[in-house]
């Protein structure tokens, strides 16, 4: 269990480590606490992008992670301490655990037959995979050669679950998605929607209002 630090005058529902280089620009009487990520999610706060081990080696290797993304057709997303990894044949998660941060590969399961028993309760729906990297970079090379594996000995169509390479396809394109549509909260094109959307909710009141004045109006001249 580790307390997490957010500001109440904040309102992007943002939490932090408390050793995140964020948090000296709190000031401190509005800093307050959860107990944890679950007690912090349940009231719909959002880790830091900053916090996480797992962010830390990100930016650190961001260059190189971003070149092999592009050139090797693997599409990553950081969130709540945790990188998914869409590859065309599998999703995976790094995510970090232990004293020293160490980084773990889980890869999806995909096959009908529950053959994983491996630590399978620390991401549902995933195994932990034995190879291991000390970097990000390490581990989304040996993704590519996984899939280049894949591409030579695909899976027989009777061991592949149902649907699973459809709903790897949907989640990716609803990750894809709500990045084009859904901007980040206290970002300047989320102040700029919902600005807009304040416009439009004030437009359509006055239009109402004037409707309403139209009908007292006619009523009146019908008396």
Not at 37 to 60: S, T, V
Not at 70 to 81: E, I, N, Q, S
Request: with cysteine; aromatic share 8%.
């Amino acid at each position: 269990m580790c307390t997490l630090i957010y500001s109440i005058k904040s309102h992007r529902k943002i939490v932090h480590y408390p050793h995140c280089s964020i948090i000296h620009r709190i000031a401190k009487g509005n800093r307050r606490t959860f107990e944890s990520i679950d007690e912090a999610q349940a009231q719909g706060y959002m880790l830091c992008n900053c916090c996480p081990p797992i962010a830390q080696r990100y930016r650190k290797e961001r260059g190189a992670v971003d070149d092999c993304c592009a050139g090797r057709g693997l599409t990553l997303y950081l969130h709540d301490g945790i990188i998914d990894i869409f590859s065309r044949h599998d999703c995976w998660k790094l995510i970090t655990k232990g004293q020293k941060n160490g980084i773990f590969l889980y890869h999806k399961n995909n096959l009908k037959k529950d053959v994983w028993t491996r630590d399978k309760n620390r991401v549902p729906g995933y195994h932990l995979q034995a190879f291991r990297s000390g970097t990000i970079l390490g581990y989304l090379e040996y993704i590519d050669s996984h899939d280049s594996y894949r591409d030579a000995h695909p899976y027989p169509d009777w061991m592949i679950q149902d649907g699973a390479l459809g709903e790897q396809e949907g989640t990716i394109e609803k990750k894809k998605k709500e990045k084009r549509t859904t901007p980040r909260k206290g970002t300047k094109r989320y102040r700029k929607e919902q600005a807009k959307k304040k416009r439009k909710e004030r437009d359509a009141s006055i239009k109402r209002v004037y409707a309403l004045l139209n009908e007292i109006s006619a009523a009146r001249s019908e008396g």
